[in-house]
């Protein structure tokens, strides 16, 4: 459970959590660096391009999250949306830059709300990050295309980690997308995960102390 000196302690104020435990963890002007990989390949053509790049984005603001969100809609940050710049446009409405934490049931829960006939989902978490798979089903111009997505975030700031969309069924094209947060971003996280550890173990060794000091008394 989430309590008031804890979210006091990591510098989250009470009106900044939903009445449910979400908050978010993020900073305005916070930035997050991604390496990008697009390959397309195609039998017939003997199509076989792989392109690399690399962008930032920028949290321009952060959205208030509602008492009791019904979906993902009120409460993601996508680099379509109004609380992000970029760098660069790299397929801006397919990807979630950050999610809010504190409650990942709820989330869970939120995403396998979505499930439809043509859309159905499965959850993807361990210690570290937590996210979702993502099957969709849906007809062209050419006939039936099969896409399936990989999305997955930081459980230390919500923040996306790694995206994977691949998409086939368009005449033997094939499509895969590949987005990763870079080392060096990485690196930052590991250092704020490292110091957050650090404050509640000083925490606990001052209460430590302060109960054996009133024992002896």
Sequence with gaps: MITSSFLTSIGVSEDQVSGQGLYWNLEIGQKMTYSTQVTMTQTVT??????????????????????????FETVRITSSSEYVSMDADYYANRVWYAVPIGNWSLCSSLIMNQTTDTHSYSILENDDTWGFSETVDWEGCCGMHIQYVTTMF?????????????L?????????????????????LIIIA?????????????LIWKQRTSMKK
Excluded: C, W
């Design 46 to 71: 003997s199509l076989n391009l792989v392109h690399n790049g690399m962008y930032t984005i920028t949290i321009d603001s952060i959205p208030d999250i509602p008492d009791s969100p019904a979906s």
């Design 154 to 166: 930081s459980k230390i700031d919500g923040v996306l980690q790694q995206y994977r969309n691949e």
């Design 168 to 188: 086939s069924g368009i005449d033997d094209f094939n499509e895969t997308i590949f987005v990763i947060r870079t080392a060096q971003d990485q690196t930052s």
């Design 194 to 206: 490292t110091l957050s550890l650090s404050g509640v173990f000083i925490i606990v060794i001052l």
